[in-house]
């Protein structure tokens, strides 16, 4: 059954710095990885969506990296700004599912 | 493109109550839709899924006598929650996949639909 891991629970850093976030999964037969953002009390907006042939993908100030052998994805946001303030959730695509992680609650301080 | 509806966006039911949620995938066919809980602070948990013409397939732990799912077209599906009580009381989020060029694996969700169950 897989398992997707994303630590710590919650971030906090000051405006403009860059930041990574983690994610971790249990079975590496995945098709995709995907990365959401949620607003408190919202639905979700895909960001990033990684095929498994792929190792990245970018948009604006954001890059997430796959490394299926290791299990590991990884979302770097660059410049950090408040607005950027949420909950980022990775899930693991196999086996025609979606597995999420709990996310991590990114707070951005101006 | 590739956009997800859900209606209601959010809705208040007295405890013993079933309350309709339709989710619509406004300019694609969706061959499959998922429907997800997410409870406080938690993470998204798959509840079934659904294809088109055919009965859903549940997850372990999930009753498919009380989340009554129908996806009768390629661009609708319904989840009926039956004889709601104040634990069901959640964030309902569905997604659908379809046979989007370059995009087949690929789920879109809704925006979300927040019961309250009294």
């Known amino acids: 059954k897989q398992e997707v891991t994303q630590i710590p629970a919650a971030l906090s850093v000051p405006e403009g710095e860059n930041l990574v976030l983690n994610c971790s999964f249990t079975d590496s037969a995945i098709y995709n990885l995907q990365w959401f953002r949620q607003d408190p009390g919202k639905g979700l907006t895909s960001l990033l969506l990684i095929q498994s042939s792929q190792r990245e993908q970018t948009s604006g100030r954001l890059n997430a990296s796959l490394d299926k052998s290791s299990g590991r994805s990884t979302l770097y946001i660059a410049a950090s700004q408040p607005g950027d303030s949420a909950t980022y959730l990775c899930?693991?695509?196999?086996?025609?599912?979606?597995?999420f992680g709990k996310g991590i609650t990114l707070s951005v301080r101006p | 493109g590739a956009v997800v509806s859900q209606h209601p966006s959010w809705v208040i039911c007295k405890s013993g109550t079933s309350v309709k949620i339709e989710c619509r995938s406004l300019?694609?066919?969706?061959?499959?839709m998922f429907w997800y809980r997410q409870f406080p602070k938690q993470s998204l948990m798959l509840m079934a899924t659904s294809n088109e013409g055919s009965k859903a397939t549940y997850e372990q732990g999930v009753e498919k006598d009380k989340f009554l799912i129908n996806h009768a077209s390629l661009t609708l599906s319904t989840l009926t929650v039956t004889s709601a009580h104040p634990e069901d009381s959640s964030f309902y989020i569905c997604?659908?996949?379809?046979?989007?060029?370059?995009?087949?694996?690929?789920?879109?969700f809704g925006p979300g639909t927040r019961l309250t169950v009294l």
């Open positions: 300019d694609f066919q969706a061959t499959t």
């Open positions: 899930a693991a695509g196999a086996n025609s599912k979606l597995t």
């Open positions: 997604s659908a996949r379809g046979g989007l060029a370059g995009r087949i694996n690929e789920q879109f």
